[in-house]
Every structure is written in C-alpha cells, then in structure tokens.
C-alpha cells in the first residue's frame, strides 16, 4: 500500500466512541453524534480547528458514549479507525445533534487514554503498516495465494450485479486498481454483513487473517445472489407467459409446468362450465348468448377484467332456474286451517287470500291482480303472505323495497359497468332456486325516485302479466319468464304508492287490532312463540290477560303487535334469567322459609306478589315455579308505564279538545290546544301542519266569528268579533310529526268553542270530521282506525260525521258496545255533543253584565 504507507496519523487522536455501525479503512460512514463528549469533540476539534490534522479523529466502535458527561468513560474498544471528517452537518431538532461524513483511513490501537474530559484523548499506535507485510517474506506466498483467491470471490461477485448501475461499475474498475491489501476491508463494508462480523475484520489486525475472515463472508454473498437471481428468474418471463397462453392452447401443447397446469385447470373448468350451458334447461335464446359469450371466455387470457365478469354471467345463467318449479299443492280446506292456525282475526284479509287461492286452483294458470296488503306496521301482512306461499308448498323470498330509488335495483345493472349485478327480482329467483316462489314485495309505497329512474316502472313490468312472461333483466340480457311468480306486495298507505303501480294492485286494508284481539293474538301466538325462542315452558312463566292488557294499554301504543311482542320477549328474557339462577341455586336453602316466621303478616297478605319475581326479597332466590307475571313484575322488568291515561289531566282548561287522526302507522288521538292574547287579530298555527289542516283553521275561525252572537262567544274585551284586539294560537302537539288532511275541521271548532266560552270540553270525548264554511260535517276516512285509537286512549264518546255511519259495521261489537257514538251533520250538533249540558245559544248573563 504505497499511499497507505504515506499516511502517518497522529500519535495523539481525540476519540469518537460509536455504538452503531463499524467504520472500516477506506469506506465511508455517517454517524450522528449526539452525546455530551462526542459533540464537545465535533465542536471544540472540528468545528473551530483550521488545519487538516484537526479533522482526523479516533472512530473507537462498539462503545457507547455516556449520555452525561459526568459519567465515568465506559472501556474502550481496544482498536479503533482513525478517520478523517468529511462534512459535519449541525441540527437542532429533534435535540441538538451532528452528523459527520467520516473517511477511516487506517488502523490503530490505544496505547493510553490520556484525558477523559470534555472529550477523551488517547495516545495511539498505527496498526495498518504497508511495510510491515512485504517485509514478512514467509507468509507472502501463502497471502499471494490468499489474496488471488479473494480477488476472484470479488471479481465474480461484482460481476453478478447489475454493471448497468454506475456505482458497480466503478467498483469493478477499483477491484483492478486497489492495492489487494485494502480490498478485505473494503469489500466488508460493502457487502451484507453484521456489525458483528465488521467488528472481527477490525480486530484482525493480521493481513492474513482478514483475508482468511473475509472469503467465507463473499461466498456468502455469492450463494445468497444465486439464489435470489433464480426465484427471480420466473419472474422476468412473466411478460412472456400471458402471451404464450394462447398460442400453447390453439396447438393443444401438452404443458408440463405448473403454470400450464392451473391454465389447464381453468380451461377445465371452463369446458365444465360449457357443458352445463348446454344440458341446462335455459331458454334458447339465452343458450345462443350463452354459447357465444363462452366462446369468447375461452379466446380470453384470464387477466383481463373481462374474464371473471363473463365467468360470473355465464355461473348465474347456469344457475337460474329457467324450467325448475316446486310442484303447487294447493287444497283450499288445509289452506284455510292453515291460514286460521297461524293467524287470528283479520277475517277479510284470510277470506280474500281464500278467494284468490280458490281461484288459483279451479283455473291453473290465473293472471289475476296481485294482492297488496294495506295497513299499519306489525299487523301480520309479512306473515300472512308466508302463509300463503306455505300453503301453497312454495318458496318464499321477501323482497325490501323501502328506500329502493335506482331502477337497476330492480332491473339490474347493464353488464358494461364495473360491479355490475342483476337486480332484485333475479337475484330473488337465484336464492330460492325454483322460477314459482312466492314474492313479498314490502313496502311498496315507500319506493323512491331518483336521477337513477324511477324503480316503479321497473316494476310495472314485473307486476303486468301481460309483460311479465319476458322480463328483461339488464343484467341477464335475455329474457326470463316471471309468469310463474307469485307477487304479493306489503304497503302501510296506498298514498305514496304510484297511481300506476296502484292499477296493477288488488288493495286488501288490514286495519288495526283492537285490544281484546291483541289480547288473543298474544295468548295464542306470540307468548308460546316467545317462550319456545327462550327456551322456558308454560310451567315456569305464567303471563295473565290482565298482565297482557296492561302490556297493551300502558306500555305500547300501536295499531299492530310488533312492540307487544317485543315487550313479551323482555319478559321472557327476564324470566330466563331467573329460572337459570333457579337451577343453579336450587341447592341452597330456601331462605323464604326462615323469613316466614318474622314476616308473616306480609306473605300472607301479599301472596301473589312472593311469586312473581318483582318481590325483591325473593330475587335471590330460586323462584317458584311458574313465575307469574304480574304488575309488580311489569314494572320491574318494563320500567315504569310508558302511557298513562293522561286524557282526563290534558283537558282540564278551556281551550283543549281531543281529535282523532289516521296515519300510516294506525289511528291516533291528536290534541288540539287554542289561546288567546292580545294583538292585531292574527292566527298562529304551529305543530308541523300541511296546508289542508291550515285551511281547516281558517274555516273554523270564520265559522265561529261568524256565529259569535249566535253563541254568544266574546273576545277578552267583549267584543263577537272574535279577533278584534285578539291574536289566536292553535298548536297541535308532537310538534315533529307533519299532520294533514281536513278531518281535524271539527275538532278546531270545538277547541276555538271551548277557548271563547271559557267551558271545558268533556273529558271523554273525541272527535272526527270536516267542516263546511257554512257549519255542515262532511265524511272523512280511517273511521275503523280512529275509533279504535280511541278505545285504546279510554275515550268513551265519540263524534262522527252522519255520513260516515255506515263505516262503525266494521267495527268489533264488543268495542262498539264501550262507546258511544254522536253522529252529526252540522257542527251545532258536535258542540252540543262535545260540552256537558250541550253548546246551546245560550246568553252568558252574568260576563255579558259586567261587560256592560
Ligand atoms: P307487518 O308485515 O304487517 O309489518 P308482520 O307480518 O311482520 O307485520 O307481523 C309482526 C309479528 O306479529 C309477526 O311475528 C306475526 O306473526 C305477528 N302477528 C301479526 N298479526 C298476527 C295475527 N293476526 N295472528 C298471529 N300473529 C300475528
């Protein structure tokens, strides 16, 4: 090493102690420093030395520098790099710390530590002496041999890099100018090695030795690079094998890689897949597509996108049942004992359903309209068209349309879209595998419209028989016969269901249950349903009628049964609870028997209650058997009562009437509340009202200004015109939910009545019916439900209009015989009706007095 021969370091160097990485002669290495001694050392040597003997350190490896520099300097690394800074690069974030650029230049050893503080200083010893070996003539021939071995590991494993590379280039070119001593330590540093193994090559200070370390670490690398060059080998011929694919089946080559294998897999499965298209019973228009569109499967290569989408078109086509039916088995005696079994009351739905199927069966092929169930949410309609496909031996597939506003969502998306699907009603026939299932179309009316069209019309097509039998889905393409389905549609209004829609459509109202027959559908279907989902027997929970009358008047509020049920599950599962902690206590000893003695009277007394769980004493204890559910237990198990019958409370001031409103979700009372104050004689409306209602006040104002005398109605100064000085507020309570339609008319007549006379409207009377300008009662709809809602609220009097009369036959006669009914024509006959002692014209002598 003749230049290395000229590098004499000095015998004094400042030392760097490094714990990452291992700087080696003749490589490069960043370091970042950033403790204590260290930095002193970068700032006080190199950063204000000026001569080129103040930028060569001392780089000791392996050795951390203490984070103070109080701390005692831990042992050093015996040998260490004497390197020269190159660049030294200072930042403040995250913490104060350099970077330095360090060159090592040769070897050397510690011969004594001569300062520790503010950085240590050592006096040193060169190691790496080029004179040193050529002097040493016996090991020369040994280190020629061991060198050219080494050169030759080198050789060959630079040139299994990449020469393209301009740093590999270079380093093949060093390989041939370097003397051949500084290649082991150089070499080191570039290959894959651990600092471990760094460190050893450091340490060797013998040119021989480092030879002899460095060879087995470049065969290593040399072994590692084969292997990875043959891994990646397939790789690269990647591009080549998506083209070879064709041209290898066209000559029916006989493949031998796995590669071929899996094409030939596929190509397996793709003449599978032919062979089903071909036995399957599809349409022959759909077999012509389908024929062709395999034919182009086959000429794909499987990485084009379009691959897996005609895969997936052609399995469904497969699938679909074109020609697979379930055999009808239609007996109109089982279907009734059927339908009577699953459901009670709703006489006119089952007797139309009964109708519909005993038509079905003299005449086989009915395109009849399709039945659409009307009315409030938990009233059986789902159930009952499950009934009807049971009884019919079909399959059943309910369809959701609520929120459905994309016409694809029915029609299906065309195939050129990514993601593209086949819509509802062939997805349906997929699921349940048979072309003659019964479809529940739910929630008609609440289908949506949108930039997407209009899912209405797509499913006008679906529901015309006269269309139906070559329905198109987008999707498919071809077309698929839905004669064979059975539709039946759910809605709770016919309001929102298009009017086109509403033409194909037979409309069966199934209205809400009365109280005595929610009391029977829960004794007779959904407790013993309950208790069989929970696992409990009728001989571990007893449910009383009071206990279900008191579920349905004071914990729910709705025309169906759907929160009766769900209610009766809580109880269920409360009850669980206790029967399992009853089996696993029964061991223990019944504490109720100790209790006896000093709480007798209680037990006695109170004997119901020490069964049902709600006795808190008896929680602990294994209950007994069959729990009953009283309304202690109601209580504990449901919380306090949601409803109470607060009619009476609400009406205990002048200004408050009770109407009767119908909605989607059933009837419903409505209270009308009226004040009066002083101002210009304007109306205030609030409570969320559609236009219709607005009107509906502006009348009965009028009217009531109109008859002031005749009533003998004042304003707060006295005065029949009614507005004079005075601003009226109507509000209708429940604020969120929009309310219209006209039959509120009487009810704001009553209210305003009520509020200028200062009388109260009876507590137990609601009422229902439009008014006229010139006081006449008109109809209204809903009766059925109204009247119920008001049997359900306690009311016992109920004003209707005349001609709404023939409506109460619907009505049970049981709840008939609870009310009674006022029929009036004119509104002189709602009010009479509605105050006690009647609304009759009538001087109110004693205000009129003091007026005067
Ligand atoms: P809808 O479709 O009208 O919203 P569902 O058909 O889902 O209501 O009915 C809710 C639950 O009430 C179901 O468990 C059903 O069995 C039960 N149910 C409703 N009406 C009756 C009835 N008349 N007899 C027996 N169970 C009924």
Redesign the pocket.
Known sequence: MAAGSAIQIPSRLPLLLTHEGVLLPGSTMRTSVDSPRNMQLVRSRLLKGTSLRSTIIGVIPNTSDPTSDCDDLPSLHRIGTAALAVQVVGSNWPKPHYTLLVTGLCRFQILQLLKEKPYPVAEVEQLDRLEQFTNQHKSEEELGELSEQFYKYAVQLVEMLDMSVPAVAKLRRLLDNLPREALPDILTSIIRTSNQEKLQILDAVRLEERFKMTIPLLVRQIEGLKLLQKTRKPKQDDDKRVVAIRPNRRINHIPNTTEDEEEEEDHDDVVMLEKKIRTSSMSEQALKVCLKEIKRLKKMPQSMPEYALTRNYLELMVELPWNKSTKDRLEIRAARILLDN?????EKLKKRVLEYLAVRQLKNNLKGPILCFV?P????????GRSIAKTLGREFHRIALGGVCDQSDIRGHRRTYVGSMPGRIINGLKTVGVNNPVFLLDEVDKLGKSLQGDPAAALLEVLDPEQNHSFTDHYLNVAFDLSQVLFIA?ANTTATIPPALLDRMEIIQ?PGYTQEEKIE?AHR??IPKQLEQHGLTPQQIQIPQVTTLDIITRYTREA???SL?RKLGAICRAVAVKVAEGQHKETKPDRAEVGEGEDCKEHVTEDAKTESISDTADLALPPEMPILIDFHALKDILGPPMYEMEVSERLSQPGVAIGLAWTPLGGEIMFVEASRMDGEGQLTLTGQLGDVMKESAHLAISWLRSNAKRYQLTNASGSFDLLDNTDIHLHFPAGAVTKDGPSAGVTIVTCLASLFSGRLVCSDVAMTGEITLRGLVLPVGGIKDKVLAAHRAGLKRIIIPRRNEKDLEEIAVNIRQDLTFVMASCLDEVLNAAFDGGFAVKPRVERLNSKL
């Open positions: 699953d459901h009670y009351a709703m009315g949410p938990g009233v059986g309609k789902t159930s009952v759910t199934v559908i279907h959904l169906g049964v759907r049920d």
